[in-house]
């Protein structure tokens, strides 16, 4: 089944569906009132987001895992896991927020 990229007003939904219409009708079940701006269908049946389009870029280790010790450090709260992210790391605010935010996310 191909994978499909759909953009909507104000959200990107990644999905499976056998065809174009009936990928159009997944988006339109999870958001009904928003307008479909772009069907496309993907090449692969993959996604990939690159950490250097999120502003995870270059330093030193694994930026996750920093990002994880701090939220670990801070024991879940976002404002002190970012200072601290940003006390370890040298990042900036919007960097350090990416950060802590993209892996609150995936459950630290």
Request: glycine share 6%; aromatic share 6%; proline share 4%.
């Amino acid at each position: 089944m191909p994978l499909f990229e759909i953009e909507t007003d104000a959200h990107i939904i990644i999905t499976w569906a056998a065809n174009e219409e009936a990928a159009h009708v997944v988006a339109k079940d999870c958001y009904p009132t928003e307008n479909i701006l772009r069907l496309t269908k993907r090449p692969r049946d993959s996604w990939v987001i690159s950490k250097s389009v999120l502003g995870i870029t270059g330093g030193s280790g694994d930026p996750c895992a920093v990002a994880r010790d701090c939220l670990s450090k801070a024991s879940g709260d976002k404002v002190h896991a970012i200072r601290l992210y940003m006390h370890e790391t040298g990042t900036d605010l919007e960097q350090a927020r990416k950060a802590i935010e993209s892996n609150m996310v995936m459950g630290w």
